[in-house]
């Protein structure tokens, strides 16, 4: 997936706003390469040379306490020589917030992005120190 992204491409969802293609590849080898245990299904909904549209259901492990997530993403791109320059993806914060955080921290990150972005930036940092490239 990685691969796929032009050097100046963006990448925006509930947790993270990634402004380089490095900090992109960054967040995948932590998802991929991460003990989440993640798998995907998804469905191209609509595509071309320009624009994708796909619904995702990931399926993974969060945090030291292991808790199960299904979290159904719709994931919109932007192509830029034939490579993902805007990558897009929207999902119910407050599902997804309950279902890997739990209680009263899960319901503050539900419904405060500043929580959700601070606690996803935090993560990343540690993990790419911890597995430089």
């Excluded at 998804?42 to 399926?59: L, N």
Aim: with cysteine; glycine share 6%; net charge positive.
């Amino acid at each position: 997936m990685a691969s796929c992204y032009h050097p100046a491409a963006t990448f925006e969802d509930i947790a993270f706003r990634l402004n380089r293609r490095e900090e992109i590849h960054d967040m995948w080898r932590m998802i991929c390469l991460g003990e989440s245990e993640i798998s995907v299904t998804f469905e191209i909904v609509q595509a071309d040379d320009h624009i994708g549209y796909v619904r995702a259901v990931d399926k993974y492990k969060f945090g030291p306490a292991r808790r199960p997530v299904i979290n159904i993403i719709d994931s919109h791109f932007s192509f830029q020589e034939d490579l993902i320059i805007k990558h897009h993806d929207l999902c119910d914060p407050h599902a997804w917030a309950s279902a890997a955080i739990g209680g009263v921290n899960g319901f503050i990150a539900g419904r405060v992005p500043l929580v959700r972005r601070f606690m996803a930036h935090r993560k990343l940092k540690k993990w790419v120190k911890r597995n430089p490239r």
